[in-house]
């Protein structure tokens, strides 16, 4: 069991930075491949960012890449992402959440990700 708590979301102006962090509780979190899900208003919850066990791979939306960096740092226990040159479109709860396993097939995909945290509200004013 997989235990995960994100912190770092705010208001933040647009083309202003936040670095969220989601730490995980668990003697496995090493072994998990990690993402981060946003869900806006009315819309669908759907991918930002996800990073494999080791964090030598990350893969990233189109919508976000050049922008968000994802990392971890297994010593600790926690996935961030980096957020920069945000955009009032990036408004959205943001999720942290854990596969379960090491693999990396569809990590767009939200239904294999078996752990997920409470959320943390990001807002990018204009």
């Known amino acids: 069991q997989v235990q995960l708590v994100e912190t770092g979301g705010g208001l933040v102006q647009a083309e202003g930075s936040l670095r969220l962090s989601c730490s995980a509780s668990?003697?496995?979190?090493?072994?998990?491949?990690m993402g981060w899900f946003r869900q806006a208003p009315g819309k669908e919850r759907e991918f930002v960012a996800a990073v494999t066990w080791s964090g030598s791979r990350q893969y990233y939306a189109d919508s976000v890449k050049g922008r968000f960096i994802i990392s971890r740092d297994n010593a600790k226990n926690t996935v961030y992402l980096q957020m920069n040159s945000l955009k009032p479109e990036d408004t959205a709860i943001y999720y942290c959440?854990?596969?379960?396993?090491?693999?990396?097939?569809?990590?767009?995909?939200?239904?294999?990700?078996?752990?997920w945290g409470q959320g943390t509200q990001v807002t990018v004013s204009s």
């Open positions: 959440a854990a596969r379960g396993d090491t693999l990396t097939t569809y990590y767009y995909a939200d239904k294999y990700y078996h752990y």
């Open positions: 668990g003697r496995t979190f090493s072994s998990y491949t």
